[in-house]
């Protein structure tokens, strides 16, 4: 394909581009795709000669858009979102066509500046104190795995990256977290090499935020075992329900011992840009690392988390890799970011945030965020006042939990779990929404995250009528 | 930005990409910026209000644009290229729009499938049997990553991820690769937790090849010692002069041991799809698994690692994390690719190899890398035949490594070292072409990697006519 041709095709693209994110609404938020159903229209061997671009185009139109799960859609209610928006898919097409690989400042200067700008305009947006030093990382899952490695290296004195598992206290090592962390905790656990045995899930108080008072039991019991609390991973909006840890509470607890303080902020951190909301991040500034991502609750394109820490030293002391053919001229006086992370190739991610933030001002983010907090306040009354539906989590943020509870207890708890499974299947037929669920409790929960970036309150109106006439449909 | 201006903002860029694709031969690679020189010209503060989007494109062009090293240049020779084409780039824009994650089947069934259809592809391509299964990862260093950290839980039952440090064979295992192995083999084994003390860098032949007696006795040390090896890291197409370790002798070495082999082909093992060349990948159907990057070499956009593992189950077992919230209808009957790596949210990667391996048909794909490997033997025979330079290693792909040796011989090794160092300063400070360096046995060694999509003879000789007039004037 030519640079003619290339034009011609762009200028097609951009059209059907602003046609779909114009239109995206009148889709079906979930296909009705089966598995294999895709699969099953592509040839099973590659083409041997070029193919004609349009009709790799039309198949792109016919067989892949169908069949995708559409995250973009305005009546996204499902995991949490990810987002893009305008200017973001601008600064993308931009990035792709530099094509550059981000690794250390001389194989792109412009993007490793840019990132340190940007990171430390979302450092002062959320509020945390110029101590934080930020980088960006592809994911909420990887910023936790590499808030872990570091916290398992600076307990170890940096032994356990060097002896493994024989060094000094490698075998002692605990990490703490919520029974409502994410997943990604969990797994994190398990690869950094701490083992899953030696994490300890903290119980949770009623609001689903991890007790500071048992976080001190578990960590004192492990203490006098010879144990080494080496991590305290807190969460600002888990995910099931949007909890939010005591922060200050559970610095107090983990500083005697010297255990890095993680904060996992992936949905709940966005919040940190409204001043009525940072309530919720109070402590931060105590805790060691923070993560939070853009590109859930900032209209940025996925991938794009933002990964905050204090001591840099640790980070870089954990993740340096040195090798003759990656020295340059000016190494000692430049950040290198492939030594903040786990990968050494690195996309040119800085330059959507940048667009973003520009584009909306810190002004227009906040109203977006705020309408978002809005409308959950909003649909969290609908349910309050219903008769046959009821909260499950309170509602800090723009996630609402909930179920039906048709007359209010006349059904046993296993009734109601199959009711309100069959409940969201029949929201989700529609096709006009997608929400997802969990379990809160052990009860069968409904989530309904807002936070897609052209969500309206028409399209959170549309869920309550649907789940109330699906619901009159089931009972 | 509404939908009207977000058309009219992407038709400018469009023109913009076409242009700068058009004319980045004519930019300098390597931008004269120095440290410090961008982030001068930021604001240091977030704006508070929206900005006019057209200030925002016009500072991406003046400040952005001006300080980046330009990876798509035809001039690029330096590290291995991250390649960029236009139907890439076409992909990447559809892809933002769409703005799918794709963690799992049900959040992007068509992506799901897309992928393994586009893997299977790449796998025929290369010439792999079909026990091997792929998944897109997003760099050569996440895929070593995924393939240590599977070798170590087969190597402990998976134990390791359960029981940590404390596991049985936790603190025994130990791991090869050769002393020319990438920088990420040895920051893999520290962050999987082997520790760098039990990795053994076998000593290379003089074609700088891991020599497999060398690895034998290493490892025959180590089952002495009560050690377990868990993995060996061959590779193909060194980082600093494209060597191809043996891979036939060093499967017979490792399988006696149940070691898992892991095959490092990020940029070499593009050349699999030449079948003249498919030599150099023989003995890879008895590997563990094999990572190559279509981001090098291939001509799809950085971020694009194709990685390929034979026991799925073990993989699973490594990465595979539940959570009610994530649980779907479907997950009996589908793959979750989040269940093949370390990052829960995945980006939409297979459509750019889609649309790549679609619109240059395999045969296209071909003839650029032989052109490349072509080019290659061309510069090698210039070197070969000056009185001036001398060859480094043996060109068994696209890169020559060579130095300046005028008179052959006059001068000793740290002079030699010392005139090289200069003679890459003076050709980079051109603006027209970009080399790096490394050493090889202990020699300062001028790389010349040629494999950019848009690389021809004319660039080639560039570099050659650049080495001897600067040789000339340093001399």
Chains 1, 2 share one sequence.
């Not at 600076?154 to 356990?160: D, N, P, S, V």
């Not at 609390?229 to 607890?253: H, K, R, Y």
Request: proline content about 5%; overall charge neutral; some cysteine.
């Amino acid at each position: 394909m030519d640079i003619d041709q290339f034009r011609r095709e762009a200028h097609a693209a951009v059209d059907w581009m602003a046609d779909y994110l114009r239109d995206v609404g009148e889709r079906r938020v979930v296909t009705d795709a089966k598995p294999g159903d895709i699969k099953r229209r592509l040839p099973a061997v590659p083409p041997e000669q070029p193919e004609p671009f349009a009709r790799v185009m039309a198949d792109f139109k016919e067989i892949i858009v169908p069949g995708m799960t559409h995250w973009n859609h305005p009546g996204w209610f499902a995991y949490f979102p990810a987002n893009n928006s305008p200017p973001s898919i601008l600064a993308e097409m931009l990035t792709a066509t530099l094509g550059a690989q981000c690794m250390s400042w001389q194989t792109s200067p412009a993007a490793t500046e840019l990132e340190q700008v940007v990171m430390d305009w979302l450092r002062q947006l959320v509020g945390l104190p110029s101590t934080f030093h930020g980088v960006i990382q592809d994911t909420a899952s990887t910023s936790t795995l590499v808030a872990l490695l570091t916290a398992r290296e600076r307990a170890t004195k940096f032994a356990f990256g060097r002896r493994g598992a024989g060094a000094d206290h490698a075998a002692q090592l605990t990490v703490y977290a919520s029974r409502e962390a994410h997943s990604s905790v969990v797994k994190g656990v398990k690869l950094a090499g701490y083992g899953t045995d030696n994490l300890r899930l903290i119980d949770t108080d009623a609001s689903f935020a991890m007790r500071p008072d048992a976080l001190a039991v578990a960590i004192d019991a492990d203490v006098r075992a010879g144990r080494v609390p080496a991590c305290v991973v807190a969460t600002v909006g888990t995910t099931s329900s949007a909890g939010v840890d005591p922060l200050p509470a559970i610095c107090d607890v983990a500083a005697p011992h010297g255990a890095w303080v993680h904060v996992d902020g992936a949905y709940g951190g966005s919040a940190g840009i409204i001043p009525e909301k940072r309530e919720l991040l109070r402590g931060l500034e105590r805790a060691d690392s923070f993560v939070f991502n853009p590109h859930k609750w900032l209209f940025t394109n996925f991938d794009c988390s933002a990964y905050f820490v204090r001591d840099v030293e640790a980070l870089l002391h954990t993740f340096q890799a040195s090798a003759e053919y990656l020295k340059t001229a000016h190494d000692a006086e430049v950040v290198n970011f492939r030594d903040w992370g786990i990968q050494l190739g690195r996309r040119f991610r800085a330059l959507k945030l940048w667009f973003v933030m520009r584009t909306y001002g810190a002004e227009g983010l906040r109203a977006r965020v705020r309408e978002h907090l809005r409308l959950a306040q909003l649909f969290r009354g609908w349910v309050a006042a219903s008769p046959d539906f009821e909260l499950l989590a309170p509602t800090h943020l723009s996630l609402v939990c909930f179920r039906a509870r048709p007359g209010n207890g006349a059904h046993a708890e296993a009734d109601l779990d199959a009711l309100n499974e069959r409940l969201l299947v029949e929201i989700n037929r529609s096709g006009r929404v997608y929400l997802t669920h969990t379990r809160l409790n052990g009860r069968y929960t409904l989530r309904m995250a807002i936070g897609q970036t052209n969500t309206d309150e028409a399209h959170v109106r549309t869920v309550w009528d649907l789940a109330q006439s699906a619901l009159e449909a089931l009972t």
